[in-house]
C-alpha cells in the first residue's frame, strides 16, 4: 500500500510539473493520467477513463455550450448596455453597473469569458470619458473672448480653473478602476454558481463521489444561498474600495460640490450608452431563444433539487434519474437544433443558433480534459 501511495504521489508530482512550467500543452498533460495510472498499477484503465465524462463533465459542457451562444448571438452586450444606462452615468454608478454585470455574467459563464466580454465596455467608457474631458479642457483654456471691441485674446476664466479638477493622472486612475471593476467582480461571479467557473464546477463533481452513500447533496440552490450573501458583501466592499482609490477625486466632487465639466462628462456618456444601446435595434428572434433557453436553465437548476431531499420537480423521475448536467446538455443540444431566424414559409434557408463546426473550433476542449484529470486524481487519493 506505501509503495502504490508513493507512486500515486509521484506521478501527481509529474502532472503538476508539467502544468505548472507548460513544458508540454496543459490538454496533454491532463491526459497523462489515462496513461500514467494504469501503468504504475493505481487505477484501472476503466475507471480512469471513466473520470473524463461523468455527470460533472456534462455540467461543464453543457453550460459553456449555453454560454457560447449568448455570445454568439450578442445577448451580453445588450445586457450590459442596458444595465449601463439604467444605474446612471456619474462614474461611481457606472463602476457599479460595471460590477453588477460583469458578475452577473460570469455567474454563468466562466471568469476568462466574461472578463473578455466586459473588457472591452470598460475601455470605451474609460475611452469616453478622456475624450470628453480633453475636449472641454481644450475648449476653456484656449476660449477666445472680444473686450470693449478690442482685439481678440486668450482670457483665461478663473471659475474654469476650479473646474478642471480631473486631470490626466485622474483619468489614468480612473481607466485602472474600470478594468479592476471587471477583474474582480468576474471572479465573485464566478464563485456564485455551480455552473461559474470550472473550479466549482470540479466541487460539485467531487463532493458526488465523496458523498455518494450519504444523504449530503450539493446542489444549485443551497450552493447558491451559501455563497450569494459573501459575494454581495465582497462585491460591496470592493466597490468602495475602489472608489476611494480610483475615484476619489470624483467621489468627493459629485457628493460635495457641483461641478458643470463633470455634469457635463456624465450627460456626455449617458447619451453614449443610450445611442450603442439603440443601435442594437429591437430584440432579435436568436437573441430572443437563447435568452429563453438560458433563463429556463436556470429555474430548472434551481428548482430541481429543493433541498437536497428531492423536494424539487426531480421528484417526479426515478431517483437520481436527472441531474444538472441533464438539463445543461438539454438547452446545450436546443441551441444547435433551434434556428437562428424566425421560420417563414418562403424564402427561408434553416440554420441552426450555433453550427456544430462553430462550436468545435471555439469550445475549450482542454479544461474538459483537466475536469476529468482532476476527477482521476481526486479517486487516487481517495483509494490510498
Given at each position: 500500500m506505501l509503495i502504490k501511495a508513493s507512486k500515486c504521489g509521484y506521478v501527481v508530482l509529474i502532472l503538476?510539473?508539467?502544468?505548472?512550467?507548460?513544458?508540454?500543452?496543459?490538454?496533454?498533460?491532463?491526459?497523462?493520467?489515462?496513461?500514467?495510472?494504469?501503468?504504475?498499477?493505481i487505477l484501472k484503465a476503466s475507471d480512469v477513463a471513466s473520470n473524463y465524462f461523468k455527470d460533472t463533465a456534462s455540467l461543464f459542457f453543457g453550460s459553456v455550450t449555453l454560454a457560447y451562444a449568448i455570445q454568439r448571438v450578442n445577448l451580453h452586450r445588450r445586457a450590459?448596455?442596458?444595465?449601463?444606462?439604467?444605474?446612471?452615468?456619474?462614474?461611481?454608478?457606472i463602476m457599479a453597473g460595471l460590477m453588477t454585470t460583469t458578475c452577473l455574467i460570469s455567474m454563468w459563464i466562466n471568469n476568462a469569458a466574461s472578463t473578455s466580454i466586459m473588457l472591452p465596455v470598460a475601455l470605451a467608457i474609460a475611452d469616453e470619458y478622456e475624450q470628453h474631458t480633453n475636449s472641454l479642457a481644450n475648449?476653456?483654456?484656449h476660449s477666445i473672448v472680444t473686450i470693449n471691441g478690442l482685439t481678440p485674446a486668450n482670457v483665461k476664466d478663473e471659475s474654469t480653473e476650479q473646474e478642471q479638477k480631473v486631470s490626466s493622472n485622474d483619468i489614468i486612475k480612473l481607466r485602472k478602476g474600470l478594468i479592476l471593476c471587471v477583474a474582480y467582480s468576474s471572479v465573485y461571479g464566478?464563485?456564485?454558481t455551480i455552473v461559474g467557473s470550472a473550479a466549482t464546477v470540479f466541487l460539485k463533481g467531487y463532493v458526488d463521489e465523496q458523498y455518494a452513500n450519504t444523504n449530503f447533496r450539493l446542489t444549485f440552490l443551497n450552493y447558491l444561498l451559501l455563497t450569494l450573501p459573501t459575494v454581495v458583501l465582497m462585491m460591496i466592499s470592493c466597490w468602495l474600495w475602489l472608489q476611494i482609490r480610483f475615484n476619489y477625486h470624483g467621489l468627493i466632487q459629485s457628493c460635495c460640490s457641483k461641478n458643470s465639466m463633470l455634469n457635463a462628462r456624465d450627460e456626455h456618456l449617458k447619451q453614449t450608452l443610450r445611442r450603442q444601446y439603440?443601435?442594437?435595434?429591437?430584440l432579435q428572434w436568436k437573441e430572443g431563444v437563447v435568452a429563453i433557453l438560458f433563463l429556463s436553465a436556470i429555474v430548472l437548476w434551481i428548482t430541481r433539487d429543493l433541498a437536497g431531499n428531492g423536494s424539487g420537480w426531480g421528484s417526479l423521475m426515478p431517483r437520481n434519474a436527472v441531474s444538472n448536467g441533464t438539463v445543461a446538455l438539454l438547452m446545450a443540444v436546443l441551441t444547435m437544433i433551434l434556428p437562428n431566424e424566425k421560420p417563414r414559409l418562403k424564402d427561408w434557408k434553416y440554420n441552426p443558433i450555433i453550427p456544430w463546426i462553430d462550436l468545435s473550433k471555439n469550445y475549450p476542449w482542454g479544461t474538459l480534459l483537466m475536469l476529468g484529470a482532476g476527477l482521476s486524481i481526486a479517486q487516487a487519493f481517495q483509494v490510498y
Open positions: 503538476l510539473i508539467y502544468w505548472i512550467s507548460e513544458a508540454i500543452p496543459v490538454p496533454v498533460t491532463s491526459l497523462l493520467p489515462l496513461i500514467l495510472f494504469p501503468l504504475t498499477g450590459a448596455l442596458f444595465i449601463l444606462t439604467v444605474v446612471g452615468s456619474s462614474t461611481k454608478w475648449i476653456n483654456e464566478g464563485l456564485s439603440n443601435e442594437l435595434g429591437p
